[in-house]
C-alpha cells in the first residue's frame, strides 16, 4: 500500500512550514511553558494565524474557519506541534468548539464559536475534582436552578491555565437523586463572574499550568448551558473524544528523537561517538519507529471525524499510545544524556540540548494521567473497541 499526501496538501504542509519559520519565535528554553513572559507571546501569534483562517481551519466559514479540510487541518498541528509552535491546541479550538458544533443551539454557535475562531478568548476545563479524577461521574459540584439561572457551587481541580482564561467549560450535578451518570449538565462560564476563584498549584518542573477552581454561589444563565438539563455526561464524552486525537504526541516525540540522534552523533565520550553504540542507535531506531506508528494512528482517527464520524476507543488509542511514547521518548533520552546534566539551568553551559529533555520528561509523567488515565483508556480500548464485558 502507497500511503502519501497529495500534491495540494504537500505545498500546503511547505506553506505552514515557511509561515511558522518567519512569524514563530520559539522562547528561550529557561521559560515556563505557559509562564506569564511566554502567554502573551502565543496569543500574539494565534492572533496572526486568526487573520488567515488557519487556527480553525475545518470549522464552517459561517462560524469563523475556512471550512478546509480535516486533513489539511491535521497537517497544519502536526507542523505546528512540531515545531513547538502554539496554534489550534487551544481547550476552544480542539474541544468546545467542536463540541458546540455537535450538541450547541444555533444562537450559542454565533455566539462563542467567531470569537474563538478570532483568538479573542481562551477556555480552560472544570472537569476533575478532589473526589472525582478518572471516576469523573462522582463529582459534587452542584447547579441548582434559580429562576433564569443556575447558581454552582464546588471546586475543581487540575485546570489548567485557568489564571489566563477568560471562560471554563465545566460539568456539574444539577439532580444529586438520579443515577451519577444520569444527573449531571454541562455549562459554559465567564470566569469573571462573582465568586470564582483561581488558586495556583505548583507542579514537580516548577510549572505554574495547574490550578484549583473555587466557585461559591456563582451565577449563570440557563442559555449557557450545553445540551440537555441531566444530560451533560453526553457532552463530556464527546468532547474527551475530541481532547484524545491530537496529533501533537507523535510530532513532539518525533522531534525529540530527531534531536537526540543529532546529540549522539556530535557528542563524544572518552573519544567515541556516542552514537557508535549500538544500543544508542538501537534504541533511538525503535522509538522513532513507535512515533510513526502513533503517526499513524492519530491519522486514522483524522480520518475518521473527515467522514463525520465521532472518534471514540480510536481516540483512546491514540491518546494511550502517544502519551506514553513521549514518557519513552523523554526517559530514554534523559539517560543517554545523563541525568545530572538534565538537572542543571537551561543557560548553563554545560546543559546539553539545554536540560530540555530532563525538563520534559517532568512534564510529561502528567501525560498518562490528565484527559483520562491510561487505565481508563485501555478500560474504553476493551469495552467499546473489542466488546469486552465489564467486570
Not at 69 to 87: D, K, N, T, V
Request: with cysteine.
Amino acid at each position: 500500500m502507497e500511503f502519501k499526501f497529495t500534491e495540494q496538501e504537500e505545498a500546503f504542509r511547505a506553506e505552514v512550514r515557511d509561515f511558522i519559520s518567519r512569524h514563530w519565535a520559539e522562547p528561550p528554553a529557561s521559560f515556563e511553558p505557559y509562564s506569564e513572559e511566554v502567554w502573551p507571546i502565543r496569543r500574539a501569534y494565534e492572533r496572526e494565524l486568526a487573520q488567515r483562517g488557519w487556527l480553525t481551519l475545518a470549522w464552517p466559514r459561517e462560524y469563523g474557519g475556512l471550512g478546509a479540510s480535516h486533513m489539511q487541518q491535521l497537517i497544519f498541528r502536526e507542523e505546528s506541534a512540531y515545531a513547538g509552535a502554539s496554534g489550534g491546541d487551544g481547550q476552544g479550538i480542539t474541544m468546545v468548539g467542536p463540541s458546540l458544533m455537535v450538541h450547541g443551539t444555533e444562537d450559542q454557535k454565533r455566539r462563542f464559536l467567531p470569537p474563538i475562531a478570532r483568538a479573542e478568548v481562551t477556555w480552560c476545563q472544570g472537569f476533575s475534582e478532589p473526589g472525582a479524577g478518572s471516576d469523573l461521574a462522582s463529582l459534587r459540584t452542584s447547579a441548582v436552578r434559580d429562576g433564569d439561572d443556575f447558581i454552582i457551587n464546588g471546586q475543581k481541580s487540575w485546570t489548567s491555565n485557568a489564571q489566563h482564561c477568560e471562560w471554563m467549560h465545566i460539568l456539574v450535578r444539577t439532580d444529586p437523586g438520579a443515577p451519577k451518570h444520569k444527573g449531571l449538565s454541562y455549562f459554559l462560564v465567564d470566569m469573571t463572574s462573582p465568586g470564582i476563584e483561581v488558586r495556583p498549584v505548583i507542579d514537580m518542573a516548577g510549572n505554574h499550568v495547574l490550578n484549583d477552581t473555587f466557585l461559591t454561589d456563582v451565577r449563570v444563565p440557563a442559555d449557557q448551558m450545553l445540551g440537555e438539563v441531566n444530560r451533560g455526561w453526553y457532552v463530556a464524552a464527546t468532547l474527551l473524544d475530541f481532547e484524545r486525537s491530537g496529533i501533537h504526541y507523535p510530532a513532539q516525540a518525533r522531534r525529540t528523537v530527531e534531536e537526540l540522534v543529532r546529540w549522539a552523533k556530535d557528542t563524544k565520550r572518552n573519544g567515541v561517538r556516542v552514537w557508535d553504540d549500538d544500543r544508542v542507535q538501537r534504541g533511538l531506531a525503535e522509538l522513532y519507529i513507535e512515533t510513526e506508528i502513533a503517526r499513524l494512528i492519530s491519522y486514522r482517527v483524522v480520518w475518521m471525524q473527515s467522514q463525520d464520524l465521532v472518534p471514540n476507543h480510536q481516540a483512546s488509542m491514540s491518546k494511550l499510545f502517544g502519551t506514553e511514547l513521549n514518557q519513552r521518548v523523554f526517559r530514554f533520552g534523559t539517560n543517554l544524556i545523563g541525568l545530572p546534566v538534565q538537572q542543571l539551568d537551561a543557560n548553563d553551559p554545560h546543559a546539553s540540548l539545554k536540560a530540555k529533555i530532563g525538563r520534559m520528561y517532568l512534564n510529561s509523567i502528567p501525560y498518562t494521567i490528565y484527559a483520562g488515565t491510561s487505565e481508563i483508556q485501555r478500560n474504553i480500548m476493551a469495552t467499546r473497541g473489542l466488546g469486552l464485558p465489564r467486570q
